[in-house]
């Protein structure tokens, strides 16, 4: 099973939207919307940010949203802050023997 | 209130048998619908998802790394252990274990585990 696929980073300057892609199959993205965000900086566990798609758990800040379209999915970011400067990587379930995957990772950074 | 932790050795040496405990609290692995993984990050690389098991003590494991894995769960401890056998320096990672919903995300983690395989 390859890992999803993700830009190595993205930047924005504070108060800009930026929006990160996550790219799989039919067999991954395109075929469930089991699709999950998570934000982790550096030295820390990952944290939850969307789920199913584009469902925000509790707690999370509305700049942070999630949609999908054919096999790619997308985090968009919007109004950027210094501390949303981190790596994001998505996962998928996936049909494949491999019950879950993950993305490649991107590098966010607030110029 | 969820929580989990990961403990196991800081350092094992190759070809040795890795085995690593997830301690977990604020919810029961006997619940329909819950399950824990295992997911492990090498140093500046990404994730890498190892392995699960359900309520209904179903298994799954990553498609590379399937001869190599064991995932077993103590339901009266709230434990879950990995094991994972012939160990490589190439297999140096921070281990984690999360909750996973049946909604597919892992949606609470543990703090992780560094382990260094070296001789």
């Known amino acids: 099973q390859s890992a999803l696929t993700q830009p190595a980073s993205v930047s924005g300057s504070p108060g800009q939207s930026i929006t990160i892609s996550c790219t799989g199959t039919?067999?991954?993205?395109?075929?469930?919307?089991?699709v999950s965000w998570y934000q982790q900086h550096p030295g820390k566990a990952p944290k939850l940010m969307i789920y199913?798609?584009?469902n925000r758990p509790s707690g999370v800040s509305n700049r942070f949203s999630g949609s999908k379209s054919g096999n790619t999915a997308s985090l968009t970011i919007s109004g950027l802050q210094a501390e949303d400067e981190a790596d994001y990587y998505c996962?998928?379930?996936?049909?494949?023997?491999?019950?879950?995957?993950f993305g490649t990772g991107t590098k966010v950074t607030v110029l | 209130q969820v929580t989990l932790r990961e403990s196991g050795p800081a350092l094992v040496k190759p070809t040795q048998t890795l085995t690593l405990t997830c301690t977990f609290s604020?919810?029961?692995?006997?619940?329909?619908?819950?399950?824990v993984s295992w997911i492990r990050q090498p140093p500046g690389k990404a994730l890498e998802w190892l392995a699960l098991?359900?309520?209904?003590?179903?298994?799954y494991y990553s498609t590379s790394l399937k001869t190599r894995l064991t995932i077993s769960k103590d339901t009266s401890k709230n434990q879950v252990v990995l094991t994972m056998t012939n160990m490589d320096p190439v297999d140096t990672a921070t281990y984690y274990c999360?909750?996973?919903?049946?909604?597919?995300?892992?949606?609470?983690w543990g703090q992780g585990t560094l382990v260094t395989v070296s001789s």
């Open positions: 999360a909750r996973i919903r049946q909604s597919g995300e892992f949606d609470y």
């Open positions: 604020g919810f029961s692995l006997s619940t329909s619908g819950m399950c």
């Open positions: 098991i359900d309520w209904d003590d179903d298994k």
């Open positions: 039919s067999s991954d993205v395109g075929g469930y919307n089991y």
């Open positions: 199913e798609v584009s």
């Open positions: 996962s998928s379930y996936t049909s494949s023997s491999s019950l879950y995957v």
